[in-house]
């Protein structure tokens, strides 16, 4: 009586087990049935290769590996690929004993290590696998280091370490300040020795999956570091690190933070394709050679603050789809952004440029800050199918200065990138910035219209005049056939001619043109805009700048003033000379020269081209008015009135007068007659009033009201000073014009661009 509750108890346990079993059977027909299905399909390749199988790795297999490293390459190297290596507190004799053996024979011997297609559980504290040294400053009495690095690294490796002062002296000014390794190596004796981490080998880590910290601090890699395709879900470490060979992270995943202040990079640094989801910092960090980061993507703030470039910054096709501070950056090869997008705002505050910062095709959807930037001679920002919208994006820079930074060379598919840059000042109230980049567009337009009336038009073109260009009678006969089927578009459409290759098509691309042939008043008309584009570009920087129109005024003025003063004051030597005073001529000269030279220097400090400047104002104000003259004093002078000035001002009163409507000759009336007295020819002061009168023929204001006599005056003399005023009409529409473009909110009108 007493089992029969442990035998019912039994029973009813039984019945459960055959019960639950039965159910088990029936439930797992299915599931089996889809796993057999599962097998026999093929699995995907990207799915093979992101999860390999993974051995589980013990102590034993670990002290099997280390006893038999593999050759790869030319190196020794720990082979611990596809394992999975459990790193996690709870797993701490393992960890301590991995760390310990494997720095054991990594620090006394060459050896790589290879964790390619690993699983990492747990942090892995890297900086551990390598052999602690010393870096400590140089004697100051001598050249040798004292015991600098341990004797168990080879003349080579030496070397690499001892390359790490001359980075440092480099960049003193940046590395100083937060390098504790430069500060030891740069130090006095007192300056106490830094402690790194050396690791010997190669170390690989291809398509790793590190699920925990990742800790590579204060380390320097003698050997190269691949880690292509490998993930870190937890952030990383890697401040002050040294890499002395090329690093490769290329395809990489950095799901958190990931840190690369101060670090240093001796040879090749290849980001590609690199995803970084979170903070990616590269404060303080120097890549000596070049640095390609193309195509990878930075989900949030990306800090290049202080960042050395010595080689080319290679950022094409970059995403920053958050900030991108590069603020205080030296790039002292290329900066190539092409392609790049920044959809928030990035910072070149105070950054260093040697050399061409490439933008084209690039998009700015927000603030890009280029304030307080340094360029040199040869540095400019190429800006060619740039993407910005001057109304939702912004690009900032020192008013006066960024303007001139901007380069690009054709007009074509241009225009909008130049409209949106020249409106994007104008909104700041950057007026000399807009200016700037409205005399770049006008420039490319003058070198477009030279190419129309110069190059070839390959649409009319005969075939001895292809052959001419450089084409062979073959290619040459090829276009001609092609065109009768139908006509160019463009030049590029050579190419699909099989007789014309690449190089030929390089060659002459820019002596070619495609579009209707100009008849001769067309060509003619052609040849007048450009004509009248050069003059402005000459004369006022197509409106641009004031001072350079300044100096062009002040130097006619001068000329004419002169001119004037030797008409009327030097009038014959026989039989009676009329020829002015010693102190007289002296005055006018000195005064002439001094004028002269401020406007040359206006002229030569402002223009672009200023020799050019100087002809095309010289073959507008010497030719007419030296054939005047010649003729003037090869014919003589037999009037009346010869001892009287042939100019005259208005005696009436004297004040500072605007002389829009004047003429330079009064009228044949008696009452004006009486008003307008001749010049006093014996003052001292006598020669200040043909700079008056030429003040007045040219700006239209002046101090009196000076104008020519209208009786017994030589018509060339009247010719002479009515040229003079033709002339200043059209340099007072060119003053004003320059004014409205130069000042801001004079003239609405600039706002219309």
């Known amino acids: 009586m007493h089992n029969l509750p442990f035998k019912r108890k039994g029973t009813q346990r039984l019945n459960a087990k055959v019960h639950k079993g039965v159910s088990l059977r029936t439930s797992a027909l299915p599931l ?122 080879t003349a080579t490796e030496q070397e690499k370490l001892e390359r790490l002062r001359f980075v440092c002296l480099e960049s003193l000014a940046i590395a100083l300040p937060n390098s504790k390794d430069c500060r030891s190596l740069l130090g006095t004796e007192s300056t106490p020795a830094s402690e790194i981490a050396v690791f010997r080998g190669v170390l690989t880590l291809g398509q790793t999956r590190f699920n925990g910290e990742v800790k590579f601090s204060n380390t320097f890699f003698l050997q190269s570091v691949d880690a292509q395709g490998a993930t870190f879900l937890q952030p990383t470490n890697w401040t002050e690190t040294r890499f002395a060979r090329p690093v490769s992270f290329t395809s990489a995943n950095f799901q958190q933070s990931s840190n690369f202040q101060g670090s240093i990079f001796f040879e090749k640094a290849n980001f590609k394709k690199i995803k970084f989801r979170e903070l990616a910092d590269f404060q303080g960090s120097i890549f000596e050679t070049t640095a390609n980061f193309n195509q990878a993507t930075f989900k949030q703030l990306a800090k290049f603050s202080s960042v050395q470039w010595q080689g080319n910054a290679d950022f094409s096709e970059v995403d920053f789809a958050n900030q991108a501070q590069f603020t205080k950056a030296g790039f002292n090869q290329f900066l190539l952004l092409t392609e790049a997008t920044f959809e928030q705002g990035v910072s070149f505050r105070e950054a260093e440029f040697n050399q061409l910062v490439n933008l084209q095709g690039a998009n700015i959807l927000n603030q890009a800050d280029f304030s307080d930037a340094r360029f040199a001679k040869e540095a400019c920002l190429s800006v060619p199918g740039l993407t910005f919208n001057s109304n939702k994006a912004k690009i900032l820079g020192n008013p006066g200065e960024i303007g001139q930074m901007f380069c690009i060379r054709t007009l074509q598919g241009n225009q909008n990138v130049l409209r949106n840059l020249g409106q994007n000042f104008r909104q700041q109230q950057q007026v000399a910035d807009a200016n700037e980049l409205e005399y770049t567009k006008q420039r ?107 100096g062009v005024g002040g130097l006619a003025i001068a000329y004419f003033g002169l001119l004037f003063w030797l008409v009327d004051r030097y009038r014959r030597l026989h039989p009676v000379p009329i020829i002015p005073t010693s102190y007289e001529t002296i005055s006018i000269l000195v005064s002439f020269s001094v004028l002269e030279f401020f406007s040359l220097l206006a002229i030569f400090r402002n223009a672009a081209q200023p020799w050019l400047t100087l002809g095309c104002l010289l073959i507008i104000i010497v030719p007419v008015p030296m054939a005047l003259l010649i003729r003037l004093y090869q014919q003589g002078r037999y009037h009346d009135l010869m001892d009287v000035s042939y100019f005259t001002e208005d005696g009436t009163f004297r004040q500072l007068r605007l002389l829009i409507g004047r003429l330079p000759v009064i009228p044949r009336n008696q009452t004006f007659r009486e008003r307008y007295m001749p010049l006093l020819c014996d003052r001292r002061w006598n020669w200040l009033n043909y700079y008056d009168f030429s003040l007045n023929n040219l700006v239209k204001l002046g101090f009196n009201d000076i104008r020519l006599r209208d009786e017994h005056l030589p018509g060339i003399i009247s010719a002479l000073a009515w040229y003079q005023w033709s002339l200043g009409l059209i340099y007072i529409t060119l003053v004003l014009w320059t004014l409205s473009r130069t000042i801001p909110g004079l003239n609405l009108l600039i706002y219309l661009k």
């Open 32 to 153: 089996a049935f889809l796993c057999v299905l599962l097998l026999l399909l093929p699995l995907p390749a990207s799915a093979a290769q992101t999860q390999p199988e993974r051995t589980p790795l013990t102590l034993e297999l670990l002290q099997e590996r280390l006893r038999t490293p593999t050759l790869r390459e030319g190196n020794l190297t720990v082979d611990l690929q596809k394992m999975a290596i459990d790193l996690r507190p709870e797993n701490a004799t393992f960890r301590n004993a991995f760390y310990q053996l494997l720095r054991k024979e990594l620090g006394t011997k060459p050896l790589g290590l290879d964790l390619s297609y690993a699983l990492i559980l747990g942090d892995f504290v890297g900086s551990d696998l390598g052999l602690r040294t010393l870096l400590y400053a140089k004697a100051m009495s001598g050249d040798k280091p004292r015991g600098v690095y341990a004797p168990i690294f």
């Open 444 to 550: 490319l337009r003058l070198i477009e219209f030279g190419h129309r009336l110069t190059a070839t038009n390959i649409n009319s073109a005969t075939v001895a005049s292809l052959i001419n260009l450089g084409f062979s009678a073959t290619q040459a006969q090829a276009i001609a056939q092609r065109r009768l089927v139908k006509s160019f578009r463009n030049s590029s459409e050579l190419l699909t001619i099989a007789d014309i290759d690449l190089e030929k098509y390089t060659q002459l691309s820019d002596r070619l043109i495609v579009g209707e042939t100009l008849s001769i008043v067309g060509w003619l008309l052609q040849a007048w805009s450009w004509l009248a584009l050069s003059v402005l570009l000459l004369l006022s920087g197509y409106g641009t700048n004031f001072w350079l129109v300044f």
